[in-house]
């Protein structure tokens, strides 16, 4: 079983910037592949970003390519999602999650375990 809470969602005006964080328990981490997810009011949950168990792969959504960056620190069990030139679009409730390889996948379907979210919001 693996536990992932997630941290650092706030209010930030357009173009600031946020910086989240999962940490995770339960699992040799490096073993698990993670991803971000966001799931607007009213929307569909969307992928935003992925990366592969060792940190050496990622995957972003088209529109925040450029202005996130994910990365992990396997000694301390966390991932980050570090969020730049936000954008009222890019409100959404965020969510950390984790799968049980340590490939790459974009479809939440493949992942097993998820954080309980963290809201972000972006004022114009």
């Known amino acids: 079983q693996v536990q992932l809470i997630e941290s650092g969602g706030g209010l930030v005006q357009a173009g600031g910037s946020l910086r989240l964080s999962c940490a995770a328990s339960?699992?040799?981490?490096?073993?698990?592949?993670m991803g971000w997810f966001r799931q607007a009011p009213g929307k569909e949950r969307e992928f935003v970003a992925a990366i592969n168990g060792n940190g050496g792969s990622t995957e972003y959504l088209d529109s925040v390519k450029g202005r996130f960056i994910f990365s992990r620190d396997n000694a301390k069990n966390t991932v980050y999602l570090q969020m730049n030139s936000l954008n009222p679009e890019d409100t959404a409730v965020y969510y950390c999650?984790?799968?049980?390889?340590?490939?790459?996948?974009?479809?939440?379907?493949?992942?097993?375990?998820w954080g309980r979210g963290t809201q972000v919001t972006v004022s114009s």
């Open positions: 999650a984790g799968r049980l390889f340590s490939g790459i996948s974009i479809d939440p379907r493949f992942y097993a375990y």
């Open positions: 339960g699992r040799t981490f490096s073993s698990i592949a």
